[in-house]
């Protein structure tokens, strides 16, 4: 049983050295949506505290992040929210992705469904009132109804989805 204990613990010694990277860049991101046609200030703002953190370039890691296993599936939460979704290079997305993200940021926050509840359990700061999580979804459907119309890419692409729903 002793040897169990040991070995348990030399494990857990041993995957401390294994991190995973953190990411952060310098300033404000040259395609951030604080870019995009009209964001509010305040409704940036919110988003940034309560997204930011999977869904950027500038997330703000919790000393817990040093501890594995913790940090692993932090991370595997983080880095899987930004390839979905990364405000930091929005507006590097080409026209159609930028149309369906705002639905769907729309479409998060009205029904709940973001921020991750896991998240907000431990982060109290992030939650936001039924009022801030309107504001940004009322910000996403405007921003997404200022876009302009679909480009030939999209156009193509709408035409893909059709026909494969079709089979
Ligand atoms: C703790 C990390 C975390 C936080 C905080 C978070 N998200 Fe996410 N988000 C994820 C992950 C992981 C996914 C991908 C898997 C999924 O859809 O559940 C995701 C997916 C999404 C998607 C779907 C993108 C797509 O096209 O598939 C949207 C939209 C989104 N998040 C919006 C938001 C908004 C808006 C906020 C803030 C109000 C937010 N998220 C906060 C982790 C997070």
Redesign the pocket.
């Known amino acids: 049983m002793k040897k169990i204990g040991i070995l348990i613990l030399l494990v857990f010694i041993a995957i401390q050295f294994i991190r995973p990277k953190k990411i952060q860049s310098i300033g404000v991101d040259k395609d951030d949506i604080v870019f995009t046609t009209g964001v509010p200030k305040e409704t940036w703002q919110n ?1 940034q505290r ?2 930011y ?3 950027s370039n500038k997330p703000n890691y919790p000393w817990y992040f040093n501890i594995q296993p913790i940090g692993w599936w932090i991370n595997n ?2 880095e ?2 930004r390839h ?2 990364n405000f930091s290079e929005f507006n590097s997305y080409k026209l159609g992705r930028k149309r ?2 705002l639905e ?2 729309a ?3 009205t029904e709940h ?4 509840s ?2 907000l359990w431990i982060h109290k700061n ?1 939650r ?1 009132s039924d009022k801030e999580l309107k504001a ?1 979804a009322d910000w996403a459907n405007m921003e997404r109804s200022m876009l302009p119309p679909p480009d030939k890419e999209e156009l193509e692409w709408l035409e893909k989805k059709k026909k494969k729903n079709k089979d």
């Open positions: 988003i309560a997204c953190d999977c869904h939460h983080m899987e929210g979905h979704l369906h993200k769907e940021v479409e998060s926050v469904w973001m921020p991750l896991s998240y992030a936001l940004i």
